[in-house]
């Protein structure tokens, strides 16, 4: 029971000297409307240690530093600065509304962020571009196979590196995604154009990414839309192919999974185009973000896909055509903004 | 353990100077410095006499008086020379000092002569080192056997010589039984050996007199010492003398007769002094040898001088040692001093001989690093610490101090030896209050105790080695303190919480009954002030109700009389008439009777004559009652003129109250509001009111505003805060620039106001803060805060028709605050650097003509341009005669900050402080000054109007007040309408406006006339005001008028 008391007792008085800096506040506000700057140095420190929130804190900061700027005392408006910009790294001027002399000093202070690190993950749609057919069914130079798109998953960091205009970036990801497609085809035909066999290859690759790329946002609006072009290194974990097959009216479905990898290469390159917007959430932006990633290179090592899988070859009737991915990705993330603030110029 | 045999040096280079050196310092001489020995001659006989005699000798001396020396250089010499002459000249010395194991240290001691032990190795020698031991400790024989084991030649004499034998008491730790026992061991050890007659060994010792009384407890060794001792006598000066020159001449070197007076003054008779006066003498010879200007120089006083006469010597010898040490090092020394020390009473420090590993315990470091400090102490040539520096240390080995001096000459040493004493003491009261505590005897402690105990374990941070020389319960004393401060801490902050508590009710009590009072006091003031008014209004009332009473009376008094009057004129006309009658009558009867007839005839005419006069009465009363009647009106229009000056006031505040009033309308009445300003301003003008009162200005603006009149219209153009007004004295512009460096003309004509950009806003910072123009209105001159340029700032010198591009005047530091242009237009004064140098320009090039120390916020210059006058932030007014090259004077003090500064051509000085209080004074003048009260918040700008009608200032709170000149304590008019702080203001050259410019990007210009406002209104209404709203807001017993013609 007496704990209980003195918990209470205890919220009781944080509250109240909680509510004591909020009546100060209100206090600074109007002693600076009235113009007796003078008074609000002492008037706030206490409060300014520990008592106010934050966005309280904020704005007794930017009360001192106006006050500052009005009592011409420019080294202290710096302090100040400096200490509101280490406190709130997002503070932000009001180009229209607030006075020249804050705007000018907030100038001389690097308030944009040095880095920013974030986070990903999201959906991908694979497709391919065949270069050239190979399968051991291939004798009549008419073989009927259709590759189709698959849904992956991708994941990874981001780093971003601002450019000082702030209009130009550098960004690096390192992703894990996973991409999936499909191979479907209908061999061995009756003369009556009937199908024999139905073969089903669904390809799943693991890969690992690291793509540098140079972003551009030339809009000033709050949602931030960039546009962004770079390339990738692509690196093959493995690659798993789920094969199926069945003679019709003859056999059951055979199905069975075969490891795929050594008849991939292992580093393939692609090139990126991205587009999508960063909104403002708390300190950092969300990040939406739609990719497309277009592959340069062959990912397939076709000689060897015998050696590698000689059951895929000639139990599934697999296919050891060359072809490239490309991928189309959307991603969603939340990227933080690192500060660093200092005075950067007198 | 022999100083003898033992000595090897080190061949540093230190050590061969010091061989050269003739003196040998603080330490004893050793035996082969006997050459350099002086001063004792011809006493060692009698030593040697009792020593054959009785083979022991007690060599008795105070501390410091040379025994070891005597012993070492005196007698053995002798002894070896075989003067001794009933025994074999064949003599074999062992020299022991017990320290702090006599047994162990006198079996080393005999081994060191053995070649065959010298030649063993290092386990050879522990085994033989403990046969010999074991062979000592085993019987109080032990001595006598372990020679006959070493012996190597039978005619060999042996002398045991213990050295410094008081170490056997004072190194003795008395708790320890078995210390104890090894001492009366080592006693009985070498009595046994005097006493054994086989083998003639002989026994020496040398002892401070001051522990002869310890021995005592030895009963065969007290008899020896009463058979046999030598009580070394004090030196004559003579000998003294000797001591000096003699060791000077070995060293082939003179010394001067003043230096050895000298010496032998500084030492006196203490005979403590001689090793001072060894030590000294070889610091000097040291130093003699090194700095001597040529080689036949005697050593003189300079030189002796030079390493601090015997007062410092030692001293400076001890911080050269401390300086050597690394940081570290420094803190290990210190606590190393403090353990070897103790004080015992005020002035009066004693050596505590303490054990190596002890000493590392309490500093809390390891052995090594301890060897090391000590080791810079007792390097050869130094011997500020013994043991001498030859003998190796181990954990056991005693370190003390070589002589006590050293404690009472060094300064360190013995501000450390005090320091360790107030911390023992600290630490000791503090165990005894812990010990008291923990029988329930003492409460915790609290400050100042407290505090003073933590300022203690911050500085001296007692380890547990260190707390138990002193007291054994060291941890019990440690938790001790720690919780008195915990509970301290908790009540600290128990307290802290109920403070808090405490306040916030009685700040909740305070305000309300704060409140209470406020509402109290306005009501009763509010409440004198209705009794004060009724009782006026009831006397005036009262008295000009008797005086009406009075008149009135008056007149019907005087027309009573005038009735009464008429009618005693009537009375007697009757009489009159009644008396013609009876005349007639009586003339009638006359007739008839003729004789009687005259002489009744005669008294009818006298009776007619006084009718007559009694009319001619009638009619004096009458005028009389006339001439009343006059009276009475004339008081009656006095009466009326006192009315009308009664009405005339009341009309007057009648105007100012719906003048007040109209400003309260909304917008929706505007018209009534204008009716309402007007009808104010018609009273105001008609009954002769103040020509600016401030509530008709109110009225009439705020209407004026409310009916989109434009001369109240706001001067837009600006985007940010205007810092910058100004104007000249002639034409019709004034320039208005704001913080982001746009600057804007305004040529006014009534209301219409034209605006010409002569520079946009820059794209980079540019807060403008100072505008000035020439007279003549063709240039115009911009400072403020600019981007440097070349590390200086510059002014803009712009011309002022049209857009143009500035010229820039360089040589500016930091911000420019302040520009002013001399009345002649040949060149300009600015303040600049922070408000902390005024410079003088030429519109070319820029000299700084005065600097202040103190920051100075405003700067105001003479209009005849002689004087420079400074609003200084300490509150002061400086004043800086520019003939007279910018002497400064202070002319005022304020006390408060001042922020602005302004003069007026005839030399009228206003200044504006952080309070909002404005000052008025004649420059040079002997009158004092006159405050305006009104503003509540900082001044921002002062200006004098051109025509000499006001002084304008304009304050942070918003508001410029416009003082009337020629009633300067009447109420000024307060222009309000500001949206935020008004930072600068000017007037327009023919005065008939003011300019203000606000933090916001406002610009308000108001008319300094009322009745330019007043002229507006009735073209901006078409009616009249209703009867009825006359009544409501003028007053039902004020007769209805037409505020506008029709």
Known sequence: ?346 | MSEVTAAPQSASPQATADRNNPFPGLRPFKIEESHLFFGREGQSDEVLLKLSKNRFVGVIGPSGSGKSSFIYCGVLPILYGGFLTDTSPNWEVIVTRPGAGPIDNLAESLLSKDPKYIASDAEEKKIKRTIITTLLRSSSIGLVESILQLRRSEDKNYLILVDQFEELFRFKDSSDAGAVNETLAFVNLLMEAVDYLDVPIYVGITMRSDFIGDCAQFPDLTKKINDSHYLIPQMTRDQKRKAIIGPVAVGGAEITQRLTQQLLNDLGDNPDQLPILQHSLMRTWSYWSKYRDHKDEPVDTKHYEAIGTMKEALSLHANEAYDELTDDQKEICESLFKAITEKRGENFGIRRPTRLGEIAAIADVSEEEVIEVIDKFRQPGRSLLTPASHIKLDSKSMIDISHESLMRIWIRLKNWVDDEAEAVQMYLRLSEAAAMYQVGKAGLWRPPDLQLALNWQAKHKPTLVWGQRYHPAFERTMIFLEYSKKEFETEQRIKELQQKRRLRNARIVALVLATATVISIGFLIYAFYQKTKADEALVEVQEQKQIAEENAELAKKNEAEAIKNEQLAKDNEQQAVAAKQDAEEQRDIATSALATAREQRIRAEAGEEAARQNANLAQQRQKQAEASEELAKQRQREAEIAKAEADRLRYLAIGKSIGLKSTQFRAEQKELKGLLAQQAYVFNTKYEGDKYDNDIYDGLYYAIKELGDPLVESLGGHEKGIRALTSSSTGNLVFSADTQGKILKWSLQGESRMADTLVSARNQSHVIRALAVTSDNSRLLAGGEFIAENGSNYVELFTTNGKNTPKKISGFESNVWNIIIAPDDKGFYTLDKNGRSIKYSNFNTVNEVATSGVRLNDIALSADGKYLLCAGNNGKVYLYDINRSYAQTEIMDNGATLLNIAISKDNQVAIGDENGLIKVFKLFGTQGFTRLIGHTSPIEGIEFSPDGRFIATASRDKTVRLWNRNDINAQPITLKDHPDWVFAIAFSPNSEQILAGTKETVVRAWPTNIEVMADKICNKLNRNMTSDEWETFVGDDVPYEKTCKD
């Open chain 1, 1 to 346: 029971m007496r704990r209980l008391l003195v918990l209470f007792l205890f919220l009781f008085i944080a509250q109240l000297g909680y509510s004591q800096c909020a009546q100060i506040l209100r206090q600074g506000r109007t002693v600076y409307d009235e113009g007796r700057i003078h008074e609000l140095p002492s008037l706030l420190a206490s409060c300014i240690k520990s008592g106010f929130s934050d966005e309280e804190r904020t704005e007794a900061y930017r009360l001192l530093i106006l006050s500052y700027i009005y009592l011409d005392e420019p080294e202290k408006a710096d302090e100040t600065m400096l200490a509101l910009l280490r406190d709130n790294p997002e503070f932000q001027i009001n180009q229209e509304s607030d006075p020249a002399e804050l705007i000018n000093l907030y100038g001389t202070f690097r308030t944009k962020p040095i880095l920013k690190v974030g986070v990903k993950m999201g959906t991908n749609l694979t497709t391919t571009n065949l270069i050239q057919n190979g399968s051991v069914n291939n004798l009549n130079g008419e073989i009927d196979q259709d590759f189709s798109a698959g849904i992956g998953l991708i994941g990874g960091l981001v780093v971003e590196l601002p450019f000082k205009n702030n209009k130009l970036s550098l960004a690096l990801e390192l992703s894990f995604n996973r991409y999936s497609f499909k191979s479907e085809s209908n061999l061995y035909s009756n003369a009556d154009g009937s199908i024999v066999t139905n073969t089903l290859f669904v390809e799943n690759q693991n890969i690992a990414e690291l793509s540098p790329s140079i972003q551009f946002a030339p809009f000033k609006m709050n949602i931030s839309p960039f546009f962004g072009l770079g390339g990738s290194l692509n690196y093959l974990l493995n690659t798993t192919t789920t094969s199926s097959r069945e003679v019709l009216g003859f056999q059951e479905i055979r199905e069975n999974d075969i490891d795929l990898t050594d008849a991939r290469q292992k580093l393939t390159y692609s090139i990126i185009l991205s587009a999508g917007i960063k909104p403002k959430l708390n300190r950092g932006n969300v990040l939406i973000t739609l990719r497309y990633k277009y592959g340069l290179v062959n990912v397939v090592n076709s000689d060897k896909t015998l050696d590698v899988a000689p059951e895929f070859i000639f139990d599934y009737y697999g296919y050891y055509s060359d072809f490239k991915t490309s991928h189309l990705e959307l991603a969603i993330g939340y990227i933080f903004n690192i500060y660093n603030p200092k005075k950067i110029s007198q």
